[in-house]
T-cell receptor, first 113, second 113 residues
Framework: QKEVEQDPGPLSVPEGAIVSLNCTYS??????FMWYRQYSRKGPELLMY????GNKEDGRFTAQVDKSSKYISLFIRDSQPSDSATYLC?????????????FGTGTRLTIIP | NAGVTQTPKFQVLKTGQSMTLQCAQD?????MSWYRQDPGMGLRLIHY???????DQGEVPNGYNVSRSTTEDFPLRLLSAAPSQTSVYFC????????????FGSGTRLTVV
């Protein structure tokens, strides 16, 4: 079993729709849960992170963590064409920079105008 | 503030050739790492460094060497290129606390023929 599993998609939704992106993980010691966004032919960039279980909202984006089921989600409200990208989840044991992150394979999302 | 700079952006190598992928950051980050990204495999850690003079292996180190003589630079050497090393390579850096995430370069697309 991979340490982090993510549906690779691709996922296409119409503009304005609510998008749900999901990951599962196997290591119950993970405490920090990050989402990276990667535009085509660019490097990933941190979108948002959460600590432990619960929800965190940032504008149109909501990250949700359920540690009991080892399930993490990213919701995008009022999706825009500019949200078209690959989204990678990255759970982590700590928030230290020397942490060797394990990334999900990424979900490729396309928002159709 | 340039962030993380990778050169070259594109490279074609013949099997057996060697080359160095360059990575430089100007943020005084302690932690630097190299990932390769392949379809369906996500980002996989090749080598990483927690500071000048300190390097260690990641998940897929075979066929690659690194060194970290300065805080700013972290070159990745391919010793004898193989078609299996065809990939997109990303360099990333982070301060000691990674709450703002890793900063990735824009990648090097390498094809080995």
């Amino acid at each position: 079993q991979k340490e982090v599993e993510q549906d690779p998609g691709p996922l296409s939704v119409p503009e304005g729709a609510i998008v749900s992106l999901n990951c599962t993980y196997s290591n119950s010691a993970f405490q920090y849960f990050m989402w990276y966004r990667q535009y085509s032919r660019k490097g990933p960039e941190l979108l948002m992170y959460t600590y432990s279980s619960g929800n965190k909202e940032d504008g149109r984006f909501t990250a949700q963590v359920d540690k009991s089921s080892k399930y993490i989600s990213l919701f995008i409200r009022d999706s825009q064409p500019s949200d078209s990208a690959t989204y990678l989840c990255a759970p982590s044991l700590s928030n230290f920079g020397n942490e060797k992150l394990t990334f999900g394979t990424g979900t490729r999302l396309t928002i159709i105008p | 503030n340039a962030g993380v700079t990778q050169t070259p952006k594109f490279q074609v190598l013949k099997t057996g050739q060697s080359m160095t992928l360059q990575c430089a950051q100007d943020m005084n980050h302690e932690y630097m790492s190299w990932y390769r990204q392949d379809p369906g495999m996500g980002l996989r850690l090749i080598h990483y460094s927690v500071g000048a003079g300190i390097t260690d292996q990641g998940e897929v180190p075979n066929g690659y060497n690194v060194s970290r003589s300065t805080t700013e630079d972290f070159p990745l050497r391919l010793l004898s290129a193989a078609p299996s090393q065809t990939s997109v390579y990303f360099c990333a850096s982070s301060p000691r606390t990674a709450l703002y995430g890793y900063t990735f370069g824009s990648g090097t697309r390498l094809t080995v023929v």
